[in-house]
């Protein structure tokens, strides 16, 4: 299994913008596409943003929409998750995972490899 380790996280003031990096420890072209989850304390889980890494596809939920923007550097076999407009709500361990062409984008199950997470705080 691919090595995941994000970066990125941090103490943020509502309205700011932090970016996320997730390296991965090998070529990612074997794996059908990343994502990012998070999760908030005192709840599950959920999918934040996906992205389809041959074509650069993407996907959002719809609380982050507009807000988050997921990218990728093949080169550097590293996904990008810049937030901006952040709100307390986004407070959150963000987590990046990696899935094979099964399954759906939108479920954890679904994913393969996944980083240690990194903790996102926004204050209000």
């Known amino acids: 299994q691919v090595q995941l380790v994000e970066s990125g996280g941090g103490l943020v003031q509502a309205g700011g913008s932090l970016r996320l990096s997730c390296a991965a420890s090998?070529?990612?072209?074997?794996?059908?596409?990343m994502g990012w989850f998070r999760q908030a304390p005192g709840k599950e889980r959920e999918f934040v943003a996906a992205?389809?890494?041959?074509?650069?596809?993407?996907f959002y939920s719809d609380s982050v929409k507009g807000r988050f923007t997921i990218s990728r550097d093949n080169a550097e076999n590293t996904m990008y998750l810049q937030m901006n407009s952040l709100k307390p709500e986004d407070t959150a361990i963000y987590y990046c995972?990696?899935?094979?062409?099964?399954?759906?984008?939108?479920?954890?199950?679904?994913?393969?490899?996944w980083g240690q997470g990194t903790q996102v705080t926004v204050s209000s």
């Open positions: 992205i389809r890494w041959s074509t650069g596809g993407t």
């Open positions: 090998e070529r990612t072209f074997s794996y059908y596409g």
């Open positions: 995972a990696a899935k094979d062409s099964g399954g759906s984008k939108y479920r954890e199950s679904d994913y393969k490899s």
